[in-house]
């Protein structure tokens, strides 16, 4: 029984394909020849990158005492940066709402307002957001309005872009149907468009509520208002204590933001 038994397993494993080599020592070559072409690129020596990790070793041990004696202020400062990225995705929400139906081939009108709401999207997608900070703070003033129009222009043009893109994969069918009964535009995209992807488009929401958080703490480096403002004046008066207080404050706000995020988004699926 015993002999007959090895026989089959030794068919079995012939007649199957060979076991595919091991990518390890291929990737670890093309690592080590990537490293040595930046190396040879940037005119970098060992000698200048063993002195280079010893003074950011010592730079960064001056972080290693974080002092939270203001942290009451440190957490309202948390919650500027916070309403700064809350605002900014809400402004980028309503944009968006509009502009991505026309941006939308099987929803646009017409080819012209097609191409409009497309380059709009474009335009607002090409402006970076730190940019638009700083021209908002030179316009504005400080404070976390700018940061909010900066957030809100910029991320408009990605979550329109997700929108437009979603509105495109709606089935046709949903809106011949739709179409059938004499609906006009916005008919068509309130009862064909949206009920379609709503679930979709919840999840861009959150994805760019996420991304404008981490931002927000950016974009008050440049005068914006919120935590990151806090964080600049530290580091300019060498105050080591306070800004790992305050950085530490940012990514523990940050990681709640992440899970939370990430729980709401498996919700949805």
């Not at 041990?61 to 995705?89: C, E, I, N, Q």
């Not at 497309?118 to 404070?143: C, H, Q, S, Y």
Request: proline share 5%.
């Amino acid at each position: 029984m015993m002999p007959n038994k090895s026989k089959l397993v030794a068919s079995v494993t012939k007649s199957l394909p060979p076991k595919p080599r091991s990518p390890i020592p291929v990737w670890v070559a093309l690592t080590l020849a990537l490293l040595w072409v930046i190396v040879h690129d940037l005119e970098l020596s060992f000698e200048t990158l063993a002195y280079g990790l010893a003074d950011m070793g010592e730079y960064f041990s001056r972080y290693g005492k974080p002092d939270f004696a203001d942290l009451s202020r440190y957490v309202h400062l948390m919650g500027v940066t916070l309403a700064t990225a809350l605002w900014g995705t809400v402004f980028a929400l309503v944009v968006a709402f509009f502009l991505a139906p026309l941006a939308a081939r099987n929803f646009a009108p017409n080819v012209v307002i097609y191409r409009i709401a497309r380059e709009l999207l474009n335009f607002m997608r090409a402006m970076p957001d730190l940019l638009l900070a700083l021209i908002f703070v030179t316009a504005l003033g400080l404070g976390p309005l700018p940061g909010a129009l900066a957030l809100g222009v910029h991320t408009a043009g990605f979550l329109g872009k997700f929108f437009a893109e979603s509105l495109e994969r709606v089935d046709k069918g949903v809106c011949e149907g739709v179409a059938s009964t004499g609906a006009n535009f916005a008919q068509m995209v309130m009862y064909a468009g949206w009920p379609s992807i709503l679930r979709e488009a919840l999840g861009n929401v959150l994805y760019i509520l996420d991304r404008n958080v981490r931002m927000a703490s950016v974009l008050g480096l440049v005068g914006a208002g919120g935590i990151g403002l806090a964080l600049h004046d530290t580091l300019r008066l060498f105050e080591y204590g306070q800004s790992a207080a305050l950085i530490l404050v940012i990514l523990a706000t940050i990681l709640l933001i992440d899970y939370a995020s990430a729980w709401l988004r498996k919700r949805l699926d």
